[in-house]
Each structure stands twice: as structure tokens, then as C-alpha cells.
């Protein structure tokens, strides 16, 4: 067990990862989105979401996106299309960044707690983590958002969202498979903020 | 340890050393140790052994890098889980591959990195820092990007931030490995003259031949601890005498 | 962790590190506000033209770059072949210029320059009571990381190079996710035994 | 060289060689070399030379790695810049980090990624890695994580990597710097056993002592160039001569 990715979330180990999956949202923000014609575009920051709650579990997902989102609040172009500055968290799609918050908490917590360590146990794990936090959690905000700064009805929204149900589970897929992966590659890694076996 | 009274006066006092007590280690598929107990109090210690014996793992150990699944390891008489923000003063690591260890783009920042828990400000550390370049010549490297270094001279750079911490105790873990015949040479001799404690790892044995005291770590036990010529020679028997080693005959390369 | 930054001195080294980061917050949003391809055509070429005025100091981020075009090339033809060309070349502009302005902050400023500027930055939250220190860290180690996700690559590509005669391409990115984790988990390691925590 | 007539035929029959015309090679804000020529012929060449001399860069531009400024560089007649795909048949680099090597997460992995460009199936690639490894009794390295390798293994890995590619010619940057005596003792065996080419940069004279041709390399210039045991005296020699190093001395060491 050792070191591994455990410890208090205060240590500069935490701080390292924090910062490597802020940097990884980052870089996704450098991969073009697809604009829908409600405000809300398709991107695959997303993936991002999910890898950190499924890699980091919940505290330090949580973490690794409230940095992103400051660096975003000072300007700094990183989100998809090059976005940032305090007016992106007052745009039809902000419910949906807050949801991003949240939905790492929860894809990192339902990461932690269910059982399974060999690659293919914790890639399925992944996969059920990121659906339930990078969809389910991640829309639910999204829909509150499009309803209060949009002005869609609670239903509208709902439908305009499924537009991303494809490309999002087309992600939880890769979120599965970049977890095997590294669960071959780096046998100790913590996943879901677990201390490693 | 922390709280006793009179504990800092002791301590500051006392020579530096080092306390495994029945320590326990796993690293992955590894139990790199079981159960080693160990006293480093003396100020030159060599540690020798096979790839993976555990040598760099001890020196994780050491300063707080990996936690030990049993056992407990003190420095100074701090326990290195307790008394973390403590160690920095106490010890410092030269990590064997120079990639490692540097953080900062140009020389003269991670050196200033180095006095960063001293509390000074950063311009006062760099400034410090400078200076510490400039008394060994190496001006002209203060702002060179770590990147455009060789190998060796990245190996310089970590020992030169090592060296400006000025921690109590030095681990410096392969650091000939990649230096030139000066550079090994120049560190061979600060070693002998310095007056911090020193543990030293290497392949290369007659760089710790002469030390009083050298550890032989064999698959994560001691197999052999005294002084470095009795040991080194152990050693050397040791390696004859088992037969040519399988893995790394290549049959492309006899061909 | 290795780097991009130049030692070959250019114009842009002697830039305070404030400046270059409030230009780069200020163009990306310029870059965001303007749709109209002309304008942001003219916005790029200038971009260029201040990329191509650092010389041989950009040489470590030209392979960078050249990924770069290439990709910005592939969702032009995207959204030509979608029937939306305009939109195609606008997003690759605004692509082509981002990943310019920020090779150009990686190459010329110094990683403690960058921590200064956020540690002023935040100063406001120090009277508060926020441990600011920490904070300014994780941004500077965020923006470190995003390079180094092309530092990274780089190595691995040479790597694959000096086997294959070829480029690695995709099949990079499972190494490369798997080396970025390492580390990550190497660069809190070496904070830790130098901080102390 | 591309197209004559009969090329491949004379070529396969000639023996590998590096040939090197008039190379300048620039690198940041250094010029590491500046109208090189060399040609490398013997079956072993050791490279010697301060940190810094330009031993590895001459490695990664043989290898296609680095593109000269100016000049030609070319491998058993074949142009490093335009023969690019021919080259991994002919040259393969053990590079001095591994890190830098090591693509694979698995040592299996990386073994068979070295016969991808033979152009067999990932699954046959696997299973003569496989054979490869457990002829060298080292089966139950197969599936290990190279990150759970300690720095000596990792670069045995390295060398294996190089080995089951079989190329024509081995450039072999410090390879005994991590590894342990017996691991040492049988590489330094086998490179005098190979088949191959070999060229072999080292800081550990005894290496290459015994060589036939030993090159010292000094700020990108040849400075000495013969039979082993003269140039490692004449290098030896150089750096007795010189007044002690001041930039490793360490005021906090020696204070
Ligand atoms: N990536 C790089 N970018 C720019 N310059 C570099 C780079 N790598 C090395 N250099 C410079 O090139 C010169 C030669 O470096 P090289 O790595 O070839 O030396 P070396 O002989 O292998 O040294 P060592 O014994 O330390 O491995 C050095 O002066 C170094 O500063
Ligand atoms: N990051 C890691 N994760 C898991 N196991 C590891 C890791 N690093 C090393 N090990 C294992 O721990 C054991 C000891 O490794 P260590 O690095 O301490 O050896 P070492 O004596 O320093 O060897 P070397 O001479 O090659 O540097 C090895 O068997 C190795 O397989
Ligand atoms: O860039 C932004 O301003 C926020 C974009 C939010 C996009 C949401 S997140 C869930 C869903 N899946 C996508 O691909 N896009 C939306
Ligand atoms: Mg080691
Ligand atoms: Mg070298």
C-alpha cells in the first residue's frame, strides 16, 4: 500500500494530482466543442469530470475542478473554444458547470465505494462511477440551469439534454477504458481516493 | 517523541541519526522489507546491493516517502510520520534519476525552491541562490532551462539543491551515476569533508570502500554491515560466486 | 518534470508574467467575442506573426505546433464536409490561436515568475484567513502540467521514433495518460521530501 | 544511396558503419557540434567525455533523433533524414534515462512493441517476448508494471528492449550507470561477445578500456580518438591536470 496515491488531502501529493486533473480539463479545453443551438455545447471536458472522480475519488475530484473553475472565473481561456471569465458562470450552459463539481464528487464516491480490484472489476466500476456522476449528477444540475437562466421549461430542457446522452456514454466508455489501462499500467494506484491494496 | 520536554535541546544537540525499528514495507506485488531494524548514526554509511534490493526504497523510508505497514522509522528522534514538517531541516534526498527530483524550468528557481521552507521570500532566496551559483563558478547557469542540460548536469543541478537546503542528514542515492570523472571525483571529496551525515548509495564500490561503515541490502535484508572494505569485499565474493546470471544473456548479441 | 522554456532569450522573456497573463485572459475572450472569420483571421495571423518573432526559441514547441495545425485542419474539413465551413474555420482559428498564445507563455516565463503573480493575485484571500500559498501553487502546477501533457508526449514520441521510424500517434495515448499519472505522482514526492508535507 | 542499382545487396553484405560529414548540430542555446566529421567502423567504439561533451546528442543524431543544422549523417550508407523508416532495422538506442525509453506499461509490452516494425502480429510480437524473457529465466517479469520496477531494473529493461530488435548497430548511452555488479559484469561480457556493431558511451573507463577504438569527445570535438587504453589515459591524465573543480564545492558540506 504505501504511499500510493493515499494521504491527507491537504499534502502536495493531493496538490500534484489536484493540479495534474485541472491541467487535464485544460488541455481537453483545447479539443474543439460542437455548438447545439440552446447554448450548450458538446465537449469532451466531460471525460475530464469523469476520469477525475474515478482516479482521484471524491475529495480530490472536487478539488481538481473547483481549481479549474477558479482558473476559468480568472480568465484564463480554458474551456472548450477557449472560454473563460466570470461571464461563462452566468450562461445557459452554468448549470451544467457546477454540475461538473458535483458530478465528480459523486462518480468519485460511487468509484470508492463499490467493491472490485482486478482491471477489469475496476473499469466496470468506472463505468457505472462515471454514468452516475458525469450523466446523471452532472444533467440534473445542467437541466436546473437551463430552466432558471434559459428559461426553458423543466421538460425542454430535459429534451435538449439528450442530445448529449450519446457522445456522454461514448465517454463513460473511455472513462473505462483509460481506468483499465492504468490499472495495468500502475497496479497501485488508489482508485476512488481508496488507499491502494 | 513531540512534547517531551526538553526533547528539542537533546535532539539539536545530539549527532544526527537514523532508527528503523522492525519495519515492514510493501511496494506494490513487493515486500521490499520485513521486520528490518537498523541504526545509521555513523557519518559516512555506504548502502550496497543488488538491483532491487531496497536501497532507494529505505532512503523513500527514510524521509517520510513511503509508510512503513509495520514498524516505525525516526530521525533525529522524530518519528518521520509524526513530525513531517520537521524533516526538511533534518534530511534531504538526492533522488537517483535527476527527472525526478527537478521541478522548475531554469536552475536558478529550483534552487531557490530548496530554501523555500526557511520561510525567506522567494527574491531573497534567489538572490541566495545566485550566490550560491556564483561561489562555484556556475554563474552562466543560474537562468539555463533545466531541459538543456545533459543528464550529468541535471545530476549536478539536484545535487546542488540538495546542497543549499543544508539538511542534517544527506541521502544521496546513486549520484555518481550519471557525472563525469571531475564531478565524481569533486563529490567524492565533499563527502569525506563534509560535516552533515552522509548515506550514500552506489553500484560503483569503490566510492564507499573507504567508509567505516557500509550496508550490504540483499533482497531487503542485511546481509552484510561493517566497515566498507570488509563489506564491499563480501559483497564482491558473493557476485563471483554465483553462477553468470541467465537474464541477461542475449542471444542476438552472442550470436 | 521537464519543461518548454527557452533559455535562447526572446522579446517576450523580459514581459512581466502579469502581462502576459492578462493578455492571454484578454485575447482568448477578444477571440471568443469575435465571430466574423475576417476579423479573427486577422486576430490569428497576428498571433502567428508574435509566434514566428520568438526565432529559434519556439524550435522546442514546433512539433507542438505542427500537431496543432494539423488538428485545427481536420475540424475545418469536419464541418466543411458537414456543410458548415465558416464555422469550421472559425473554430480552428480560434484552436490555432489559443494553443499559440499559451506555447508562448510556456516558452518565455519562468515557473516562479507565474506563482508571484498569483500569489498577488490572491493576496485579497490572505486577509480572509485562505492559506493563499498552497492555492497559488496548485495554479502554477496546473498550468505546468498542461505543458507538460506535450512535454510528455514529445518524449514518448521520440521514443517511439527512435524504434519505429514513425510517429506513435494514437497509440500514445494510453502511455501518455499512464506517464502524466506517474508524475504527477513523482512531482508531489518531490515536494514532499522538500516541504516537508 | 537510394535507388542504385545492386544498393541493398553490397549493403547488407558491408559491415555497419556510421558515417558523420561536417555536422553542426545546435540545441537550445548551445552548439554541441560544429563541423563534425567521424566515421565509425570498428565493431566497438567506447564515447567518452565530460558531462555535457555532446555524447548523447551524437547518439540521438545517429538515430535520426536530432536533424543537423548543417552536414550529413548517414548509417550503414542510408541518410538519417531520408532513409527514416529503414532505420530501426539498422540502429538502435539504449537511451540513458530510461524514462525516456519506456513506452509500455508492462515489460511484456514493451519487449514486443520492439519487433512492431518487423512487421509480424501483436499476438506473435507477444509471444516471442514472452520466450524472450523466459529464456532469460526472468518469466515473472512479464507482466510487471514498469513503474513497479526499482531504476537499475527499469533499465535492464531498456536493454532487453534494445536486444530482441536485434538491430545492426547498438548505441548503448551509459548503460551500467544504474545497473548492479552482476548485471554490469554479464552486459560488459556479452557487448564483447556481440555480433553486432557496438558503441558504447560510459563515465566507468574500465568498460571500454580494452576496447579498439576509443572516441573522447570534449565540447563537441574530438580530442582524442585510438585504442582504448591510450585515449582513457590521455582522458584520465586531462582531468588530473585540471585545478579541482570549484562548482561542486560545497560550502555547507565542508563547513
Ligand atoms: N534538450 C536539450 N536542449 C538543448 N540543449 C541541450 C539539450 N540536451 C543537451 N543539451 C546541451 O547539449 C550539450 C551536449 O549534451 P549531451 O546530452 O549530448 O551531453 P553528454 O555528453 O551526453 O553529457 P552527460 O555525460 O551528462 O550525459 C550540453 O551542453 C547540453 O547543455
Ligand atoms: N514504485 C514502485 N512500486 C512498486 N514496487 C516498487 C516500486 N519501486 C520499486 N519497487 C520494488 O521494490 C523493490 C526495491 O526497489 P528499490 O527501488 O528500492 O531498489 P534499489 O535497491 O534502489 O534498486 P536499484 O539498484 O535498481 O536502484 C524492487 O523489487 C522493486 O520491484
Ligand atoms: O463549456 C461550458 O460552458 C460548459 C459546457 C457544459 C457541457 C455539458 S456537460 C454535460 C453535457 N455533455 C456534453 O458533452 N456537453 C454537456
Ligand atoms: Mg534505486
Ligand atoms: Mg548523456
Same mark, same amino acid.
Not at chain 1, 484564463?76 to 473554444?81: A, N, R, T, W
Not at chain 2, 554563474?139 to 542540460?149: C, I, M, N, P, S
Given at each position: 500500500m504505501s504511499s500510493a496515491a493515499s494521504g491527507s488531502t491537504g499534502s502536495s501529493r493531493s496538490l500534484s494530482l489536484v493540479a495534474l486533473f485541472a491541467a487535464l480539463l485544460a488541455v481537453f479545453g483545447l479539443i474543439p466543442k460542437i455548438d447545439l443551438p440552446f447554448g450548450v455545447p458538446i465537449t469532451i471536458q466531460t471525460l475530464g469530470v469523469m476520469l477525475a472522480g474515478c482516479l482521484l475519488g471524491p475529495k480530490r475530484a472536487f478539488l481538481a475542478l473547483a481549481l479549474f473553475l477558479v482558473a476559468v472565473a480568472f480568465g484564463?481561456?480554458?474551456? @472548450?473554444?477557449g472560454r473563460g471569465g466570470l461571464a461563462v458562470f452566468v450562461a445557459p450552459s452554468s448549470g451544467f458547470l457546477i454540475g461538473w463539481l458535483f458530478g465528480a464528487v459523486a462518480a468519485g464516491a460511487v468509484m470508492w465505494a463499490l467493491p472490485g480490484n482486478s482491471p477489469r472489476a475496476l473499469a466496470l466500476r468506472a463505468l457505472l462511477a462515471s454514468f452516475v456522476g458525469g450523466v446523471v449528477v452532472v444533467y440534473a444540475f445542467g437541466i436546473a440551469g437551463l430552466v432558471l437562466?434559459?428559461?426553458? @421549461?423543466v421538460s425542454q430542457a430535459f429534451i435538449a439534454s439528450m442530445a448529449f446522452v450519446p457522445g456522454d456514454l461514448l465517454k463513460c466508455a473511455l472513462c473505462a477504458g483509460l481506468v483499465h489501462t492504468v490499472a495495468r499500467g500502475v497496479p497501485d494506484w488508489g482508485f476512488g481516493g481508496r488507499r491502494a491494496a | 517523541m513531540r512534547g517531551e520536554p526538553g526533547t528539542f535541546l537533546v535532539d539539536s544537540a545530539s549527532a544526527p541519526h537514523v532508527q528503523l525499528d522492525q519495519v515492514t514495507l510493501r511496494r506494490g506485488i513487493t515486500t521490499?522489507?520485513?521486520g528490518l531494524s537498523l541504526t545509521l548514526a555513523e557519518p559516512r554509511i555506504g548502502l550496497i546491493g543488488d538491483n532491487g534490493a531496497g536501497k532507494s526504497s529505505l532512503f523513500r523510508l527514510i524521509c517520510g516517502l513511503e509508510t512503513a505497514d509495520a514498524g516505525s522509522v525516526a530521525v533525529c528522534g522524530h518519528d518521520v510520520r509524526k513530525d513531517r514538517a520537521k524533516l526538511p531541516a533534518l534530511v534531504g534526498l538526492m533522488f537517483q534519476n535527476p527527472d525526478d527530483q527537478i521541478i522548475f524550468p531554469t536552475v536558478v528557481e529550483e534552487l531557490a525552491f530548496s530554501l523555500s521552507p526557511s520561510g525567506i521570500s522567494r527574491k531573497e532566496a534567489r538572490a541566495r541562490a545566485s550566490a550560491f551559483l556564483a561561489a562555484r563558478g556556475l554563474?552562466?547557469?543560474?537562468? !539555463?532551462?533545466?531541459?538543456?542540460?545533459s543528464q550529468g548536469q541535471r545530476q549536478h543541478v539536484c545535487l546542488l539543491a540538495l546542497l543549499i537546503a543544508a539538511p542534517r542528514i544527506l541521502l544521496l542515492d546513486e549520484?555518481?551515476?550519471?557525472?563525469d570523472l571531475p564531478g565524481q571525483a569533486s563529490l567524492a571529496a565533499d563527502i569525506d569533508a563534509s560535516a552533515q551525515q552522509v548515506i550514500v548509495s552506489t553500484h560503483v564500490l569503490a566510492h564507499v570502500r573507504h567508509f567505516d561503515r557500509v550496508v550490504w541490502l540483499d533482497r531487503g535484508a542485511v546481509k552484510g554491515d561493517g566497515p566498507g572494505a570488509e563489506v564491499c569485499a563480501a559483497y564482491e565474493a558473493d557476485v563471483a560466486a554465483r553462477? !553468470? !546470471?541467465?537474464?541477461?544473456?542475449p542471444a542476438e548479441m552472442a550470436s | 518534470m521537464r519543461s518548454l522554456y527557452s533559455e535562447r532569450p526572446t522579446w517576450l522573456h523580459a514581459v512581466p508574467a502579469w502581462l502576459k497573463l492578462l493578455s492571454i485572459a484578454m485575447l482568448g475572450t477578444a477571440f471568443f467575442m469575435i465571430d466574423t472569420p475576417v476579423w479573427l483571421a486577422a486576430g490569428a495571423l497576428l498571433v502567428v506573426l508574435a509566434f514566428a518573432s520568438l526565432g529559434r526559441a519556439t524550435r522546442p514547441a514546433l512539433r507542438l505546433v505542427v500537431s496543432v495545425v494539423i488538428v485545427a485542419f481536420m475540424i475545418a474539413g469536419f464541418h466543411a464536409w458537414m456543410g458548415q465551413a465558416m464555422l469550421g474555420l472559425v473554430s480552428a482559428l480560434r484552436l490555432a490561436s489559443a494553443c499559440l498564445l499559451g506555447a508562448m507563455l510556456t516558452l518565455t516565463t519562468r515557473f516562479d515568475e507565474l506563482l508571484n503573480v498569483f500569489e498577488t493575485l490572491l493576496a485579497p484571500l490572505e486577509k480572509i484567513g485562505v492559506k493563499t500559498g498552497r492555492l497559488s501553487l496548485s495554479l502554477g502546477l496546473m498550468l505546468r502540467f498542461t505543458e507538460h501533457f506535450f512535454v510528455q508526449w514529445r518524449r514518448l514520441d521520440d521514443a517511439h521514433r527512435a524504434r519505429t521510424g514513425r510517429a506513435g500517434g494514437f497509440k500514445l495515448l494510453a502511455p501518455l495518460t499512464i506517464r502524466m499519472l506517474v508524475t504527477a505522482r513523482r512531482v508531489g514526492d518531490a515536494l514532499v521530501a522538500r516541504l516537508g508535507q
Open positions: 484564463l481561456p480554458l474551456l @472548450s473554444g437562466l434559459a428559461k426553458l @421549461s | 521490499v522489507f520485513q554563474t552562466a547557469w543560474a537562468d !539555463r532551462a533545466v531541459e538543456g542540460l549520484p555518481f551515476a550519471s557525472l553462477p !553468470r !546470471r541467465m537474464n541477461s544473456v | -
